[in-house]
Each structure stands twice: as C-alpha cells, then as structure tokens.
C-alpha cells in the first residue's frame, strides 16, 4: 500500500512535538507550586526572623507577637501542636493499627472490601464539620463524665483528630501488611501458629517499615490540621502539656490572626509567615521520613 | 479467612502436649477476630452518630428559605445563599486550574517522561505536596496571589489556592488510571505505526476516562470542604451580597467581573456559626455542615460507584 | 524452492517432525542450500545493546521475500530482541543502541539509518503479539485503526480494506454479523487472529509474529498455522517460536540463534534434517532447551 502522504505525516509529527511540549508544562506546574510555597514562606517570614533574636523564640514563655510588648516564645504554640498530636496519636495508632491488622489477616475479603471505602471516607469528611463535632458534640458529652473541662480543651480536639487520622494508619498499614508474601506466613502456620500469632510474630514485623512510614504520615497530617484544633482546642497560645487545657496549635494561630485585619507586611501578617515556616519544616521532615520508610519498605519487598 | 478444619473434632489423644496450647491459640485468634469486628464497626459507627447527629440538629433548618437567603446577625433569618454560589464559582476556577493542568502532568510523567533525576524530583515533588498541610497553601495565596500578583482577596486567589491543592491528588489518579493498561496495548498501537501523542489520544485516555474522572471527583469534594485556605486569604465570612453575574444581558454578554470579587464559601460560613454562641447558630452550623456532608459523600460515592464501573467495563 | 529429491518438499502441516530421524526426509544433500530467491530484509552486521549489556552479536542475515523465515533458539538466545529491531519497538524504550544495518529491499534503505523515521518504519511491518492485544473497542475499529493511522477516513474505503483484512486473516465469516461488537468477547484464537487482520489491513510488506501461538490452544495454533502458510503468497513472515514443531511445520528458511549470536540459517528441511552445526544439532534434538 503507497505510503501516507507526506503532508499528513508531517502533520502527525508537529502535533507530537506541540503536544509534548504542552504536557511538559503540566509537569512543571506541580513543580512550580512547590516553588511558589518555599518563596512566599521565605520572603514573607524574612523581616519576622531578621527582628526577632533566635534566642527569644526558644526563651520567652508566651506568644504574643502582636502585643505591645510582644513575647516570641514559639514554644507556646508547639506545646499545643504537640499535645493535640499526641492526644490523636494515642487513638489512631493502636486502633488504626488493630484495624489494619484485622483487615489484613482475619477478616473476609468481602467485608474488607465493603470497609476499606467506608473507612476512607472518614479522611473525606470535611474538617470544618469535624470541628462542629469536636466542640459541640464531643465536649457536652465529656463534660457529663468530667464536669470540669473547658469549653475549649486540646484533649477533645484531639480525640477527634484521632478518629480523622485512623484512615491514614489502616489503609497504608494494611496495604503493608497485604504485600507481605503468603510464603512468610505459611511458614509459622506450618509450625502450628495460630492467626494473632502469625500476624505479630511474621506479618506486623515483615511490614514495619510500611507502618511505620504510615504513622509518620500520620503525624503529619495531625501536625498540619487546622480546623479541628481553632474551633475546638481554643484560640489563645498558651504554653501547658496538660490536654484538658485549651490552647492554640502553630496552624490554629494563623487562622485567629487572618480572621483579623491584615495589611500586607504588617507585623500579624509577617507573624503568621513565620509560623507558616515552622509548620512548612516539621512536615517536611515528616513527609520526607515518611516517603524514605516507604521507599524501604517497598525495596525490602 | 476460615480453616477448614475450624469445625472438626480431633481425637482425644492426637496432640498430647500441645493441645492446650493449639486451643489457647483458636481461642485468642476468635477473641481478636471479634475485637476486630466490634472496633471496625465501631469506628464506622462513631461517624455514623456523628452524622445523625448533625442531621438532629440541623435538618430542621434546611428550608428553601434557607438556601436562598444571605446571612444575617438574626439567626433564624439566615442562610447560605452567598455561600453556596461562592462555592459554586470558586471550583469553577479550581477546575479549569487543576484539571487540564494535572491530567497533563499526569500524562506526561506516566508516557513521556525519561526516567532521569528530574523525573525523580518531579515525583518526588509531587508527593511531598499531597502531604504539604492546607494552611500553607492558604499563605502561598496570600501572599502571592493576593498581593504580589494583586488579584485581592478574591475568588480568582481563592480557587487558585485550591486548584495547587488538589493539583496533586488529580496527577496521581490519572497516572495509576494510566498505569492500569498494559504495556502491550501501547505496543500495539505504536506497532501499527502511532505517534505517543496518537496512542495518548486515540487509545490511553479512552480506556482511562473512568479512573481520571474518579481522580476528578474526588479531588473536587476535597476542595470543596477546604476552609483554612480561604480563611487565610481573607474569605469574608459576613457577605451579604452575590458576586457580579458571568452573563449579561448587553455586549459582550460574558462577564469576568466576578472573578475578582471578594466571596464566602459553605465551609466557612459554618466556621462562623459555630463560632457563634447560642443554639440557634449553632443550629445554622449543623445545617451548613449537613449540606456539606451531603455533597461530600455524595461525590464521594460517585466516585466510589465509577470506578467500580469503569473497572467492571474493561477487562484486561 | 526445489532440491534433489523427486518427492516436493513443501512444509506440510501433517508431516510431524521427529527428534532426530525423519521418515522419507534423510538424504537431502546439504550442498544444495537454495534456488536465489529475492531478499526482502537484508540484515548485516546487526549488533544489539541494552545499556552496555550486548544482546545481538553481529548477526547478517537475508530474509527472502514472500516466504516464512522461523527464528529459533533457547530462552535468552536474542531471537525476539532480533525481530523487535526491524521494526524498531526497541526504540521506545530508554537506553537501547543498534548497531549495524536492515535494509528493506526492493529500495535498499537502511531501517537503522540516521534520519530513519521509526514510525514510517513500523508502517511497513505489521507485529503480532504473543498474547491477544486487542484494543478494547469494536473489531471493526481493531482493524480499522491502522488504516486511519495512515490517512484513510472514507467510509466506504475503510469498510472495503476491514472486509478484506478479515478474510485474509479467516475470521471474516464468524464476525461478519457482529463488526461492531466488542473484539474482547471474541475467543482467544479469534482474538489472535483479529491482531492478525489488524496488522496486515494496512498491506505491510514483513509481518513479524513474536511467539503467535503460545498462549493458544492446539486447535486456534493450527489455524494461525494455515493462516500464516497462505499469508505467505503475499507478504513475508518472520516468526519467532520455541516450538520447534511449529517451525518444522510452516517455514521455509529457519535461523538457529544462541545467544545473541546467528549460529546456522537455510532452508527448513535441511536445518532439520541435516544440521551443519553441532549446537543447531543439540538443540533440535533436545539435548538442550
């Protein structure tokens, strides 16, 4: 057959080229995002930290850097990060990690298939509406059985952060543990174990680094939540490790000063620049932990 | 998984030593099993009494008048006119940003793409974003949008906010909606003498509409239920008025005055009520936050349903 | 394709092959190789690199025109990677380097050349897979979507070339009724020979089949089998193949290869019957595998 025309062919070829070059921008738009972000952090937060004295930050016991007489102990603001995490943590990480187990080695494949979607729609849900049900369901409801919690506490908002968090630890956990080869397992089964056993011994040991990649996920994704923590845990930096206390989270600080006015440049928009740098280092850290754990995991695999 | 030998009965002497042990273990491995049941259900139930919940509190409020009116300080009186058309027109821009832009992306890492340290970068790049918390996408807005390329605290800085936000989550569906076909098909194609873009066009996007579509979906009720991006980029939380509208009934009839106009959106219109004190904004909340549910899961679900579809569909 | 004895010595698919000895076929003169049939690709010096790992190790070899060419030879041996470069699919993957040049006769035009658009290359060949590839749409549009590649677009031109495509490939009468029908609810043979119809609808000069029948069943192989025999009287046909019956059965020239390197090429029967080398030798009788 006479070969096609060479107009037609030269056509093909110019659309190929124009197309590559389109689609090579949507590759470059992600890396342009991630650009933009570490600029905007960088430039906005410069005049804040080039004020402020390194010292201070790590010294001074309250965050007030809109007062008159400012404070800049940042530490006001981590210890609330830290509790609410760890407050969430305490639910998310053993009962995510039962569940995963469970999923993983015990239940039926149709249940896991009908549980898997539902439990990630737990991560869809709005956080704003997650908010609503951290101080207007959960704290009434703590209240009756410990009279004396505030309005505003870290541990409520913590709870529900928990809950929020569970699909992070399950769902990569128990892919995790899926992955790990029949083979290890009949091994014990062999020796006469029994399912819990095989799943402690040979499964959860064989998938740690998956696990583990999910709970630093995890506390990423705690770390970075906002809503929960401004609407439920309290909007006033205090410095305390007590959780039936309330306190602002570094992200919970952002959001009461942009509820504000904020002109550009002055000191409460410079302020939550800097600690919108904050937050941009510590999950990054964790992020990047996370990923090099996954790596592992799956290069062990 | 069941054994089959769960219901047989053994012999009085066939495991002299070990037997207490193999029944302690049948006994511990039933014990968890039920654990596991009760905690799976009861996580899922913890949502569901969260829900019901909200639906006591809130259903009530849900009227037409409540749809179409704006907010006001006299709670009964309010409503989520404002809200809903700002959410409305923000995700018309976070859509033609974030669609065309990742559905690129994703074709171009997934096909085109030589594995070099770019890429890697690129890849990596990607998915230290999906984990980059809301907030921060907010200040980025803020300060970029906002102010450096003076767009104001409008929906056109709030839906490109949005847009990098879920920027990601459509890449990385569209690149696994890829990965789901076969390397023999490609090579079918290109056998027969198809550029990458033709096997692209005439083949790859074809079979994986389901899957990006999926991505689409899913990524769009996630922008929706974002508030902290907007609050930080100045979402006014008090609008009593609309947006100018796209069309218009003169010359040039398409109107993009509304891109730049200052907004709220359903999410942060709950933020507000519950802010508030008083059952009766509460009450305003949990209607806001039961529409948003209802949108969330609805999406949700559809998304759920197509890819079952899509899969169901295309056997390879 | 003549040779000293009187009987003719067509490859018939009812004559089985034996290991070593073979029936009324002993005493084919191993001198007289083959009556000058016209090259159709003409291979020389062709080298073949993975990254720095050689795969091909300078194999010259001339396809003759309108006649089946079997390569043969262990796993790993290179036969697949030596097809995949004339029609240069190595190209669309990173890291792969020829060596050496393919001429595609009657021009003379080195497919390896400088210049050389592997695209209009892969228009003259047509490729059939070693598991059923049909695209997931109607057969018709299996078949059809090489034609539109090449510019065709009018209704009536496009029904005229799938007709014929389908018949040539022997599956025109059990779709006829149902064109438009998913191909993925064909059978597997149909299948195959649906990707048959599909690469020679465009009338390519070579068509390479990578290990054709190997997920088929003995009944779908022997009708690819025929199919391929009567293809032959129109185009050329590179197939490669382990087994070694399947060779025995429908070429004419046969290309021993272990290794990355040619070791023996001739006409079928005499490869068969009387091996020059000793590792041809070995491996046709199944001393190694």
């Known amino acids: 057959m006479p070969l096609p025309q060479e107009s037609s062919r030269r056509l093909d070829k110019a659309v190929e080229r124009i197309m590559v070059w389109v689609l090579r921008l949507g590759g470059w738009a992600s890396v342009l995002v991630t650009f933009g972000i570490v600029i905007t952090l960088i430039t906005e937060s410069e005049p804040f930290f080039s004020k402020v004295p390194f010292r201070r930050l790590i010294t001074d016991k309250m965050w007030t850097p809109l007062f008159a007489d400012p404070q800049y102990g940042i530490s006001a603001l981590l210890a609330g990060t830290l509790v609410t995490t760890g407050v969430a943590l305490l639910v998310a990480v053993p009962l995510g990690t039962i569940l995963a187990i469970y999923l993983s080695e015990f239940a039926p494949v149709r249940l896991r298939e009908l549980v898997k979607p539902m439990l990630e729609l737990l991560s869809a849900v709005p956080t704003v509406v997650y908010g609503y049900f951290a ?19 870290m541990l409520s908002a913590g709870l529900i952060m928990g809950i929020m968090i569970i699909p992070y630890v399950t769902s990569l956990g128990e892919d995790s543990m899926r992955s790990v080869p029949m083979l290890l397992r009949e091994g014990a089964f062999a020796l006469g174990d029994g399912k819990l056993g095989v799943a402690l ?101 | 998984m069941r054994f089959a030998g769960d219901s047989i009965v053994l012999p009085e002497h066939f495991l002299e030593h070990q037997k207490g042990r193999a029944l302690r273990r049948k006994a511990i491995d039933r014990w968890f099993g039920r654990l596991g049941l009760i905690l799976t259900l009861g996580t899922l139930g913890v949502l569901a009494i969260l829900l019901l919940n909200l639906a006591a509190n809130g259903l009530f409020r849900i009227d037409w008048h409540f749809l179409t009116s704006f907010p006001s300080r006299r709670a009964a009186e309010a409503g989520v006119l404002s809200a809903w058309v700002g959410t409305a027109l923000l995700m018309l821009v976070t859509a033609s940003l974030a669609i065309p832009l990742g559905v690129a992306a994703g074709i171009y890492l997934e096909e ?66 890829l990965r789901t076909i076969p390397a023999m098909i490609r090579e079918a194609a290109f056998a027969l003498g198809a550029t990458r873009w033709q096997a692209v066009w005439h083949h790859l996007l074809p079979y994986s509409t389901g899957g990006i579509a999926t991505g689409v979906i899913l990524s769009m009720s996630r922008a929706i239920g974002e508030s902290s991006p907007l609050i930080t980029i100045g979402a006014l939380t008090f609008i009593a008025f609309l947006p100018p509208p796209a069309l218009l009934d003169h010359a040039p009839y398409v109107s993009f005055e509304w891109v730049f106009s200052p907004f709220t959106a359903l999410p942060i219109q709950m933020f507000n009520w519950v802010s508030r004190p008083g059952e009766e904004f509460q009450a305003n909340a949990a209607a806001a936050g039961l529409l948003l549910m209802v949108i969330t899961l609805g999406m949700n679900g559809a998304a759920i349903l197509l890819r079952r579809h899509a899969q169901r569909n295309i056997k390879w | 394709m003549v040779s000293t004895q009187p009987q003719p010595l067509s490859p018939a698919k009812n004559e089985p092959l034996p290991g070593i000895s073979l029936g009324g076929r002993t005493n084919v003169d191993p001198a ?31 396809v003759p025109k309108d006649q089946v060419t079997a390569l043969i030879g262990p796993s790993g041996c290179g036969k697949t990677t030596l097809l995949r470069c004339l029609n240069r699919m190595h190209d669309l993957y990173p890291g792969n380097r020829y060596e050496g040049s393919v001429k595609l006769q009657p021009e003379g ?28 749409k109607s057969i018709y549009e299996n078949v059809a979507y ?11 031109e496009l029904d005229e070339r799938v007709e014929k495509a389908l018949r040539e490939a022997a599956l025109w009468d059990e779709v006829k009724s149902r064109l438009h029908g998913l191909a993925h609810n064909l059978s597997g043979g149909q299948q195959q020979r649906l990707c048959i119809a599909r690469a020679i609808a465009t009338d390519p000069d070579v068509v390479l089949f990578d290990e054709p029948t190997s997920a088929l069943d003995p009944i779908a192989t022997s009708k690819i089998e025929e199919l391929i025999v009567e293809l032959k009287k129109r185009v050329t046909v590179v197939i490669v193949t382990h087994n070694l019956q399947q060779a025995g059965r429908i070429s004419d020239m046969t290309a021993f290869m272990y290794l990355g390197e040619l070791i023996e090429f001739g006409e079928t ?20 595998g």
């Open chain 1, 135 to 153: 101080l207007l369901t959960l704290t009434p409801l703590l209240q009756k059985i410990y009279p004396d919690l505030p309005q505003f506490s």
């Open chain 1, 201 to 301: 011994r040979v499964v959860f040991p064989g998938a740690f680094s998956g696990l583990a990649a999910a709970y630093v996920l995890a506390i990423s994704r705690a770390v970075g939540e906002t809503m929960i923590v401004a609407i439920a845990a309290g909007l006033q930096p205090k410095l305390t490790f007590n959780p039936l206390d309330s306190a602002a989270t570094v992200t919970a600080f952002i959001v009461q000063v942009s509820l504000g006015d904020l002109p550009h440049g002055s000191i409460g928009y410079q302020s939550i620049f800097a600690a919108g740098a904050v937050l941009f280092l510590m999950t990054l850290g964790f992020n990047l932990a996370g990923h090099a754990l996954r790596r592992r995991f799956h290069r062990a695999a």
């Open chain 2, 112 to 177: 085109y793409a030589p594995k070099n340290k770019w890429t890697d970068f690129v890849e990596i790049n990607i998915a230290n974003l999906a984990g980059v918390p809301s907030i921060l996408y907010g200040l980025m807005a803020l300060g970029l949008f906002v102010y450096k390329f003076r767009f104001g605290q409008s929906i056109l800085a709030g839906g490109m906010a949005l847009g990098c936000l879920v920027l990601p989550i459509v890449i990385v569906s569209t690149r696994e909606a």
């Open chain 3, 32 to 62: 007289e190789d083959k009556k000058p049939v016209p090259a159709k690709v003409q291979i020389q010096e062709l080298s073949f690199f993975y990254g720095t790992h050689q795969v091909l190790r300078s194999v010259t070899l001339e």
């Open chain 3, 109 to 136: 035009i080195d497919i390896l050349g400088p210049g050389m658009d592997p695209i209009q290359v892969r228009m003259r060949f047509g490729m059939v897979f070693q598991k059923p590839n049909p695209f997931p």
């Open chain 3, 146 to 156: 090489g034609l539109r590649l090449q510019g065709m677009s009018k209704r009536r």
């Open chain 3, 269 to 288: 029967n005499r490869v068969f019957t009387n091996p020059a080398k000793p590792q041809t030798e070995d491996y046709i009788s199944g001393r190694f």
